[in-house]
């Protein structure tokens, strides 16, 4: 198979963060992952969906720019994972058009927009993977709005019993979680989630869970992290401050199946699979295609977390040369 021609990967981001959020992303993300693209003589960048312009007044012999340099197919990778925190909210549009503008344009994108969109949505990837040998986690989805009030959505929600875990169907970070243990706290959630529109999907309740962080490259299991979700939400993870111990192990021989099943619904060069326990169930919780590998638990775990990073990129010129290889 021929070499990749790719010399920078690009990152699709909405520019909506504080600067305090920036300095934070910078310094336990996007300093760490410039680096290590480095090493593999990378360029990597962030830019904002209006960064990127098309010139396709002959539609035959389009022209892309970024920032008005010039990129094409064959020199730039573009991560387009669907960016949709309650902040960055006014850009989905943008996204979800401009990723679908870059796929028709010939770029190669590691995560495919159709696939994109069904990970950024709790309900949407509960449906994808129905048939999961380790079930995902029992999942309502409801409506939030002006009308939120009229209970119209008590149906849906008959087969959970309280107390439930109530969440953003399209957040992530633990934002927005919620424990509720009445009908008339839901009323209470459900109506400030009204406010922004904000859809929601309600969970089982499991306190003090054990969470299992799986890493798959080329659909290949590349490394295991495990330990405790923490809080009363049961929200807090190593990334955000957890204090009881996360570690690296070795992937539980249950979970291959599941794996397996995963790799074959989403076909993608990098994803990560969470699994939730409460000590005698266990669930597949949420797949990301963007999920950060754990720095700064020991010197050896560092290591892990730095080839595993090294081999996403190396994932991503495979997927590359093989998607040029195809066309050509």
């Not at 709005?145 to 149906?155: I, K, Q, V």
């Not at 957040?171 to 009323?187: I, K």
């Not at 401050?241 to 199946?257: D, T, V």
Request: aromatic share 10%.
């Amino acid at each position: 198979m021929p070499e990749s021609t790719v010399r920078r990967v690009c990152w699709i981001y909405p520019e909506r963060a504080s600067a305090h959020q920036r300095a934070y992303e910078d310094r336990a993300v996007w300093d760490t992952l410039r680096s290590l693209a480095k090493n593999l003589s990378l360029e990597l960048s962030l830019h904002k969906p209006e960064d990127v312009s098309v010139d396709a007044t002959d539609p035959a012999r389009p022209k892309v720019y970024l920032k008005g340099e010039r990129v094409t197919p064959e020199d730039t990778v573009f991560v387009t994972m669907l960016w949709s925190l309650p902040h960055q909210t006014q850009d989905v549009a943008n996204q979800l058009f401009l990723y679908t503008v870059l796929e028709r344009l010939g770029f190669y994108l590691p995560m495919p927009p159709r696939l994109s969109y069904i990970v950024a949505d709790k309900m949407a990837t509960v449906l994808h993977l129905a048939g999961s040998p380790i079930p995902p986690m029992p999942t309502v989805k409801i409506g939030t709005g002006r009308d939120a009030m009229t209970g119209h959505y008590d149906p849906a929600l008959d087969a959970l019993d309280f107390p439930v875990l109530v969440k953003p169907a399209n957040w992530a970070m633990g934002l927005g979680v919620s424990v509720v243990h009445n009908v008339h706290d839901l009323r209470g959630v459900i109506g400030l989630a009204g406010g922004s529109e904000t859809a929601l999907v309600a969970q089982p309740y499991i306190a003090n869970p054990r969470e299992t962080r799986v890493y798959v490259v080329e659909g290949q299991v590349r490394a295991v992290l495990s330990g405790w979700k923490e809080g009363y939400c049961g929200m807090v993870n190593r990334t955000i401050g957890a204090k009881r111990q996360w570690a690296y192990a070795e992937l539980p021989e249950r979970m291959l199946s599941t794996i397996a099943y995963v790799a074959e619904r989403l076909p993608t060069p990098y994803f990560t699979v969470d699994f939730i326990s409460d000590g005698e169930r266990e669930w597949l919780s949420e797949v990301e295609f963007d999920g950060g590998a754990a720095f700064g638990l020991d010197e050896d775990s560092d290591r892990v977390a730095a080839e595993m990073v090294e081999d996403r990129f190396r994932a991503y010129l495979a997927g590359h040369a093989a998607r040029t290889a195809a066309a050509s």
